[in-house]
């Protein structure tokens, strides 16, 4: 017995044949910390256990026609070796058995339900693809990448899909920023917004606020530094970022 699920995703409509017994789909209610952020504007998922980040990996996301839902989810199905077929031939007429040639990969984590269609998590053959906006707005990973995020997730787990262009990080004590190319043309973010973020960030940051607005005005994929972050202590004359075991 199967049951057939539409979705979008590899780049045309298919449909997502799986078997019953590979098939979980429950209400939210999590059992462990995790949750999952996939920023469409850098192409990036992060694993979190709670606060704390348990992994980073590239992804593929929605073309600008066909975008990636922005919005708080949770994970919905999970199917180990899910069948692909192609919708437009009919029922069983071209269909893709389980395996790496599989343009879903080897597993399918669903997160969102909308007038028939599944959004997903999965992984692709089509490695050149990840990393980019590649698909009809699923998420793509490589297949490694997928089956290790399939083992660390639950249904209910969270997913949250962003849009967000500014990248704060640190190097030695300057605070930089990356502000990413907008492809879906929402805009540049406030400087209110990412003064909110680096205090969450980097509490004890220090903005150089003329150096703010300049980034924001003219923005930039190379980092540039806006700032310095303070909390380092002086050990024999020098500084040092590690603190005391006294």
């Given at each position: ?197 680096i205090a969450k960030q980097f509490p004890s940051a220090k903005i ?31 500084v040092d970022n590690t603190q005391s075991d006294n």
């Amino acid at each position: 017995m199967r049951k057939p699920l539409k979705t979008l995703t590899t780049g045309i409509l298919f449909s997502l044949v799986m078997n019953v017994c590979n098939i979980s789909h429950v209400l939210a209610d999590p059992t462990g910390h995790e949750r999952i952020v996939i920023n469409v504007a850098s192409r990036m998922l992060t694993l979190y256990h709670g606060d704390q980040v348990v992994r980073e990996y590239p992804v593929g996301v929605g073309r600008p026609a066909y975008p990636t839902p922005l919005g708080s989810y949770h994970v919905i199905r999970k199917v180990v070796d899910p069948i692909w077929e192609n919708p437009f031939k009919g029922t069983g007429k071209h269909r893709i058995n389980p395996g790496w040639s599989n343009p879903l990969g080897t597993r399918w984590i669903g997160f969102h339900e909308a007038n028939g269609n599944e959004f997903g998590i999965h992984g692709t053959p089509e490695v050149a693809s990840v990393g980019q906006y590649s698909s009809h707005g699923c998420v793509r990973m490589q297949i490694r990448d997928a089956e290790e995020l399939f083992e660390k997730v639950d249904n209910g787990t969270p997913v949250e899909v962003i849009y967000d262009r500014t990248l704060i990080t640190k190097t030695d004590q300057d605070l930089k920023i990356r502000i990413l190319k907008d492809p879906f043309g929402k805009g540049l973010p406030s400087v209110g917004s990412i003064r909110s973020k680096i205090a969450k960030q980097f509490p004890s940051a220090k903005i150089d606020d003329k150096m703010l607005v300049q980034a924001v005005t003219n923005p930039s994929e190379t980092p540039v530094t806006i700032g310095k972050v303070e909390g380092t202590i002086t050990l024999h004359g020098r500084v040092d970022n590690t603190q005391s075991d006294n």
